[in-house]
């Protein structure tokens, strides 16, 4: 029930592509949904996040899509460039207890 | 702003050895959050504290892991004695008050327990 699946575990994009990460959860009770990059090295930081009462948030180059009916959620990465290979991570949390429960992971590796 | 402090970056014991790791977190953020992260998977909480009291410890080993947080600012995690299970990036995270305000993560402590 507290489990948020991520996929694909690895991904491999050329410069310029868009990269496109998805998971899923299954609790309904979940209302706030972060993605964290992390360098190797480094403790995760949070990219963008969103809450379902929207569809789509955009920062800059980095889009997350949201599928409340489906319960699945993407991150779309415009433009990708090699500085944005990293882990990324998906989570979610509801505002009761405002734990996080992170997906497994993305590697993501951006080639010139 | 100074981000969150966490030491040793790196450490490595035997299983039955004791260790801690020291966190400060961001200046003025109420709330502290250990995590374990072992490799290839999510962060997993621990411990969360809202000052010097503790929120939720569900997922503590309580039989081996401890934590504390004294006057509410920084925390230590002890775990005593290791398992070889325990190796893992032990990270700490801070936020301000609110889920909203983001949690900021540490550079973490690389634990391996041989």
């Known amino acids: 029930q507290q489990q948020v699946k991520q996929s694909p575990q690895s991904l491999i994009v050329q410069k310029g592509g868009i990269p496109i990460i998805n998971c899923a959860y299954e609790?309904?009770?979940?209302?706030?949904f972060p993605w964290y990059q992390q360098f190797p090295g480094k403790g995760p930081a949070l990219l963008i996040a969103?809450?379902?009462?929207?569809s789509e948030k955009k920062e800059g180059r980095f889009t997350i899509s949201f599928n409340k009916s489906a319960k699945q959620f993407s991150l779309h990465i415009m433009d990708s460039q090699p500085g944005d290979s990293a882990t990324y991570f998906c989570a979610a949390s509801t505002r009761r207890d405002e734990k996080l429960t992170f997906g497994t992971g993305t590697r993501l590796t951006i080639i010139p | 702003e100074a981000g969150v402090a966490q030491s040793p970056r790196y450490k490595i014991i035997e299983k039955r050895q004791s260790v801690a790791f020291w966190c400060n977190p961001i200046?003025?953020?109420?709330?502290l959050y250990w995590y374990q992260q072992i490799l290839g998977q999510g962060p997993k909480l621990l411990i969360q504290f809202q000052n010097n009291g503790v929120v939720d410890d569900s997922q503590l080993p309580k039989d081996r892991f401890s934590a504390e947080r004294l006057k509410g600012v920084d925390s230590t995690l002890k775990i005593q004695p290791a398992k070889l299970e325990d190796s893992a990036v032990y990270l700490c995270?801070?936020?301000?008050?609110?889920?909203?305000?983001?949690?900021?993560f540490g550079p973490g402590t690389r634990l391996l327990v041989l």
């Open positions: 200046s003025g953020h109420a709330t």
């Open positions: 969103i809450r379902p009462d929207v």
């Open positions: 995270a801070s936020s301000h008050l609110r889920l909203e305000e983001t949690q900021y």
């Open positions: 609790n309904t009770a979940f209302d706030y």
